[in-house]
C-alpha cells in the first residue's frame, strides 16, 4: 500500500492521537481517519436520506422503486448470488 505525507498543524495532530486513544481504542492515526472519513460519508448518506424524504413525491417515488426491486428478488435463483 502506497504511504504519504500531509502536514497538519501540531494541535490537529494531538487531538487526533487523544481521539485515536481515549474514544477509538488507541487505534493509529491512519485507522482514526479512515474512521472520521467513514463516518463522514455515512452522514452524507444520512442527509441525503434527510432530504429525499422532507420531498414527499420524490420519496413516494423512491418506495415505489424499492417496491420494484423487491418484486425481482424472488428470481427463482434460489438463494444463488
Known amino acids: 500500500m502506497a504511504m504519504t505525507t500531509i502536514k497538519v498543524r501540531a494541535e490537529v495532530r494531538d487531538e ?16 482514526a481517519l479512515e474512521h472520521l472519513l467513514t ?4 452522514a452524507r ?3 441525503a436520506y434527510a432530504c429525499l424524504e422532507a420531498d414527499p413525491k420524490a420519496w413516494a ?17 434460489g438463494g444463488e448470488a
Do not use: F, M, P
Request: proline share 0%; net charge negative; no cysteine.
Open 45 to 47: 448518506i444520512l442527509a
Open 16 to 31: 487526533l492521537a487523544r481521539l485515536a486513544a481515549d474514544d477509538l481504542g488507541g487505534v493509529t492515526l491512519n485507522a
Open 39 to 42: 463516518e463522514h460519508r455515512k
Open 61 to 77: 417515488d423512491y418506495g415505489s422503486e424499492l417496491d420494484e426491486w423487491d418484486a425481482v428478488a424472488g428470481d427463482g435463483l
